[in-house]
């Protein structure tokens, strides 16, 4: 990393510690930690990593993993890692691991939103080594998890299946909102491989846990309803039903509480295409043109990928007066680099 482009993630980091409480200590801490001057670790160190993963992790969901992942990887290596090689009390040591754990993660899903699949497994794998040194079986199965949603993305169902099914073992007291999320992933991957009676079973198994921690849990989860209806969609659209996944997509959309960004620019696009299979030109430009409203703001190769997908799909139907339309603002709106 060249010295002026370390600076300048420098500078974006110290920019998101001033929005964490009591940032004057955060900041002091990091810029100890940078400078190798660390004696000793405590649990404020480690509830530092927690704030500061927290805070990239929301800069991710609304700007995307090509704007959030650097400044997570200088985290890592200028800070994080002097942290790890710090001498501490167990107790406290197993928690840094744990929060190190959880920001390797981030930023192996980060890098998955880049397109860049090899770093993103070398981030996993880390997180996977510092998950199980510190015991934290929740990011443990998380990180599995996620490994089986890149997997299944990039067309590796069989994988996929592994990595999930492994993911749901390694967690065999998981609450009831876990159980949904990874049970979720299953239906999914074995959705990808043809395996329907398996694909229904671990959705209604989804289903039912999903259930379970609504009534229990009040408070807005990270796997909520939505996300259940978005892999709803994506069973349905593997096994075949198209129709069906249409339909829970935008039921995704309208029980979404807090929509992310990138989230809403990825799901959106993904309508937009499906209802263009069916024959809904005039439903997909309109999805797609909340998409462009979004998508500026997104700095995600999946967000391009999709981009690219809009363009090449409306070429076919530039006679219509609604897509040429769409097709000339999206030309002057995704910028060339986006789609070489």
């Known amino acids: 990393m060249d010295p002026s482009r370390r600076s300048v993630l420098g500078a974006g980091l110290f920019s998101v510690a001033l929005t964490i409480p009591n ?18 670790m405590g649990m404020t160190d480690v509830n530092t990593v927690i704030a500061m993963t927290e805070r990239i992790s929301e800069l991710d969901d609304q700007f995307g993993g090509r704007h959030a992942r650097p400044m997570a990887a200088a985290f890592l290596i200028n800070t994080v890692a002097v942290y790890l090689k710090t001498e501490a009390p167990e107790p406290v040591r197993k928690a840094m691991m744990s929060a190190a754990s959880d920001l390797c993660y981030l930023t192996g899903y980060m890098a998955v ?7 993103a497994q070398q981030y996993y ?13 929740l990011t443990y199965c998380t990180t599995l998890r996620g490994m089986s949603v890149q997997a299944v993305n990039l067309g590796h169902g069989q994988a996929a299946m592994r990595l999930a099914d492994a993911a749901a073992a390694a967690s065999p007291q998981a609450g009831p909102r876990m159980r949904a999320f990874l049970a979720g992933q299953q239906a999914h991957s074995a959705a990808k491989v043809g395996h329907r009676a398996e694909a229904l079973a671990r959705l209604r198994e989804a289903e039912v846990a999903m259930d379970q921690a609504e009534s229990q849990e009040k408070t807005f989860g990270s796997y909520d309803p939505a996300a259940l209806s978005y892999h709803t969609s994506e069973v349905r659209y593997e096994l075949g039903d198209l129709t069906g996944s249409i339909a829970a997509m935008q039921q995704a959309g309208k029980l979404r509480h807090t929509v992310y960004r990138r989230t809403r620019v990825h799901h959106q696009a993904l309508l937009a295409e499906r209802q263009l299979q069916v024959g809904h030109l005039e439903a997909a430009c309109a999805t797609w043109r909340s998409v462009l ?19 090449t799909s409306l070429r ?13 603002r999206a030309r002057t709106t995704v910028p060339h680099t986006a789609l070489a």
């Open 23 to 40: 940032w004057p200590d955060v900041v002091g801490r990091m810029e100890a930690a940078q400078v190798g001057d660390v004696q000793a």
């Open 293 to 311: 409203d979004d998508y500026p703001l997104v700095h995600s190769a999946r967000a391009d990928e999709r981009m690219h997908t809009m363009l």
């Open 113 to 119: 939103d880049e397109g860049l699949h090899n770093v």
């Open 316 to 328: 076919p139907h530039l006679k219509n007066n609604t897509a040429r339309a769409l097709y000339e």
């Open 125 to 137: 794998v880390k997180a996977l080594e510092l998950a199980g040194a510190a015991e934290d079986h």
